[in-house]
């Protein structure tokens, strides 16, 4: 059985006998299902914004496997802009392997560094990160940059 299928049956279990199923997944290879599914994780990298006036906004971005039923992108987002009103923003828009894309809710921090975490609704072939400034007086995302994963990048990394 592959590991991805197995993912699934103990995911589907702790669904259906709640949070103490999630506990007592029968162990695979040393690990556990969930955590392995957690443990399997990229690091793709800094996408950072354009540079403004004022400065950027920065994500030190992680990613789980294309194969995975959710993708997740993960990691820290920080905000390098020196101005009260401009924070940093980051956003994820999937590409679904049945066809379609949808947008994962934004996330944004005015602090020096936050953690976020953006999910898909089921298994994808792309994601698109988008990291810009935000500036909230005028409701406005600027200085954007959108740096496109695709699986056939990541196909061959090393783990």
Same mark, same amino acid.
């Given at each position: 059985?592959?590991?991805?299928?197995i993912?699934r049956t103990? %995911?589907?279990t702790?669904?259906? &006998?709640g949070?103490? *199923?999630?506990?007592t997944?029968?162990?695979v @290879?040393g690990?556990t +299902?969930?955590a392995e599914?957690?443990?399997?994780r990229?690091?793709w990298g800094?996408v950072?914004?354009?540079?403004?006036?004022?400065?950027?906004?920065?994500?030190?971005?992680?990613?789980?496997?294309?194969?995975?039923e959710?993708f997740?992108v993960?990691?820290?987002?920080?905000?390098?802009? %020196?101005?009260d009103g401009h924070? &940093?923003?980051?956003r *994820?828009r999937?590409?679904y392997a049945g066809? @379609?894309?949808?947008? +994962?809710?934004p996330r944004?921090?005015?602090?020096?560094?936050s953690s976020f975490?953006?999910?898909s609704d089921?298994e994808?072939?792309?994601?698109?990160?988008?990291?810009?400034?935000?500036?909230k007086?005028r409701r406005?995302?600027?200085?954007?940059y959108?740096?496109p994963?695709?699986?056939?990048?990541?196909?061959n990394?090393?783990?």
């Amino acid at each position: 059985m592959k590991n991805s299928t197995i993912i699934r049956t103990a %995911r589907r279990t702790a669904r259906a &006998a709640g949070a103490a *199923a999630l506990l007592t997944v029968v162990a695979v @290879g040393g690990l556990t +299902a969930p955590a392995e599914a957690a443990a399997a994780r990229l690091h793709w990298g800094p996408v950072q914004s354009k540079g403004g006036h004022g400065g950027y906004a920065k994500a030190d971005v992680w990613i789980t496997d294309f194969s995975a039923e959710t993708f997740v992108v993960s990691g820290t987002l920080y905000d390098r802009d %020196r101005h009260d009103g401009h924070c &940093a923003y980051i956003r *994820a828009r999937f590409h679904y392997a049945g066809g @379609g894309t949808g947008w +994962a809710q934004p996330r944004s921090t005015c602090a020096a560094k936050s953690s976020f975490r953006l999910s898909s609704d089921g298994e994808i072939t792309r994601v698109d990160v988008k990291v810009c400034v935000l500036d909230k007086a005028r409701r406005a995302t600027v200085n954007c940059y959108v740096d496109p994963i695709k699986a056939s990048t990541v196909a061959n990394w090393p783990q």
